[in-house]
């Protein structure tokens, strides 16, 4: 019983072609047309390649392409115990395995991402967590700085507002003001804090003056500052800043760590834009 690989190689055989000029015509690789012709046919392609391989060499020999495809069906079928639907089946099949191997593939991208994100956050917090105490340790070793405790109130004289007290009102309809300041000197300024949410907050003026605590929802913190100060806030959508008694725009968003540099000279840019009339 002819088969295909007898009767490829056969007819081309007899037209007097080599390989490589089939190969030139045809644009199928030697190795290929050497295994249709010696019926290696596991060394093709899966999928529809085999079935177009074998067409065309077909057609181009001159032979009835549809006889020799459907005898190419039938010797798969002998050989491996497959349907003739060989082709049909085998290129969905492999589609499917192609698209489970993606969709595992982005499974284990995406974990991989994930377990680099929680990496980075756990090193993140470390890191703060470890600078904070190598800080405070190394500043208790020297000199350390002043931390901030309440003021605690003393008798004012008559006439003159309380040292240490954070506020007085202010006019009926305006925010309360920080008077104080005044008496500080050209550099000084009051800044009040007022928390709706929970806040780390950590300020510091020169090299050995620090403040840091946490406020939480309700509690607020008002001091007067003579001269730039820097604070930094663990979450700047949590609390109100007050400047002067004067509400300032905020300054960032729900979760965010903002730091900031304040002074009285710039403390109008930090106040909300009045639009002109």
């Known amino acids: ?31 290929f047309l050497q295994a249709l012709e010696s019926n290696e ?13 074998v067409r065309s060499y077909a ?63 756990l090193v993140y917090q470390a890191q703060e967590r470890g600078g904070e105490e190598g800080e405070s340790s190394s500043q208790a070793a020297s000199k350390p700085p002043t931390r901030w405790t309440p003021p605690e109130p003393k008798p004012a004289q008559a006439g003159t507002p309380a040292q240490g007290a954070a506020a007085t009102e202010g006019a009926p309809g305006q925010p309360p003001f920080s008077d104080a300041a005044a008496s500080l000197g050209p550099a000084g300024f009051g800044l009040r804090l007022q928390a709706h949410d929970y806040c780390w907050v950590r300020i510091t003026r020169g090299e050995t003056e620090q403040y840091d605590f946490i406020l939480k929802p309700g509690d607020s913190f008002a001091r007067d500052f003579d001269g730039e100060i820097s604070m930094k806030l663990g979450n700047a959508g949590g609390v109100n800043l007050f400047l002067n008694g004067q509400p300032a725009a905020p300054l960032g968003q729900r979760g965010e760590v903002v730091t900031v540099a304040l002074s009285r000279g710039n403390i109008p840019q930090y106040l909300p834009k009045t639009e002109e009339p």
């Open 1 to 31: 019983m002819p088969n295909v690989g007898e009767t490829l190689k056969q007819r081309r055989l007899e037209r007097n072609l080599s390989i490589d000029e089939v190969a030139e015509t045809t644009k199928i690789g030697v190795f």
């Open 41 to 53: 046919f596991k060394k093709l392609p899966r999928g529809a390649f085999p079935k177009m391989f």
């Open 59 to 121: 057609r181009y020999l001159g032979l009835d392409d549809d006889k020799i495809v459907q005898m190419f069906y039938e010797q798969i079928a002998a050989a491996e115990a497959v349907p003739e639907s060989f082709a049909a089946v085998s290129a969905p099949t492999s589609r499917s395995m192609r698209k489970s191997r993606r969709t595992v593939q982005l499974i284990a991208a995406l974990a991989i991402l994930l377990a680099l994100a929680v990496s980075a956050y």
